[in-house]
């Protein structure tokens, strides 16, 4: 079954600080990759996603991401964060069939240290 | 207005009792999914559909059932709560399209004791 793993549970970080969060699918063909992020109390909102072509891919906010299907990873990065980014960031995989379905990774929450 | 709203936003309920989560969209998308969110575990697929005639389970239905009203409406039920179905809920929905994306409601906490 596919399945997607997030490596990073719980990230702490102090503003202004780089961040990469780790994000890895197992299935062999060909998928569509998302991350969402969700704000304290609010429901899930598209960062970025990745369908085909180039693969780094850059979303709102400053966020991008980096598809490597050789590691079937699909990391997201930033360079500079903000307080404002706190929020748990999940990543997510549509295996691409009729059904549209979305495979989540486990979440990762985020706090930026002001 | 939200393009995709959900009813009840919290709910606290008691163990046997039957409860009804409501979902509305204006996007006019024909595809719908319900995900229960639990900590550590990111959000996971009840049930998903295509149109008002086409319903699917998803990886964990048991314990749910659901009903699609109209395009535009998907209901999530719970016929007898327990304790475990306490969640967090999210309706989804999507486009036909290969590349298209899906746009999330704001969930409902549910609280079953």
């Known amino acids: 079954a596919q399945s997607v793993s997030q490596h990073n549970h719980h990230v702490i970080l102090s503003e202004a600080a780089s961040l990469e969060l780790g994000c890895n699918y197992s299935?062999?063909?060909?998928?569509?990759l998302f991350w969402y992020v969700q704000y304290p109390g609010q429901h899930l909102q598209l960062l970025l996603k990745y369908f085909s072509g180039d693969p780094l891919v850059k979303g709102i906010k400053g966020f991008e991401a980096e598809f490597i299907k050789s590691k079937f990873s699909f990391n997201l990065r930033k360079p500079s964060v903000q307080w404002s980014d706190t929020a748990e960031y999940f990543c997510a995989v549509n295996v691409i069939s009729n059904t549209g379905k979305l495979i989540f990774g486990q979440g990762t929450t985020l706090q930026v240290k002001p | 207005d939200a393009d995709v709203t959900q009813t009840p936003r919290n709910r606290i309920t008691k163990t046997g009792k039957r409860i009804m989560l409501e979902c509305s969209q204006t996007k006019g998308h024909d595809r719908m999914y319900w995900y229960r969110q639990d900590p550590g575990l990111g959000l996971q697929l009840i049930y998903y559909?295509?149109?008002?005639?086409?319903?699917n389970k998803g990886e964990i239905s048991d314990g749910y059932s659901v009903s699609r009203q109209a395009q535009a409406k998907f209901s999530l039920s719970l016929e007898s709560a327990i304790p475990n179905q306490t969640a967090l809920y999210f309706c989804?929905?999507?486009?036909?399209?290969?590349?298209?994306?899906?746009?999330f409601g704001p969930g409902t906490r549910l609280t079953v004791l």
């Open positions: 989804a929905t999507k486009g036909t399209g290969s590349t298209d994306t899906q746009y």
């Open positions: 559909s295509f149109d008002v005639k086409d319903i």
């Open positions: 299935y062999g063909g060909t998928v569509n």
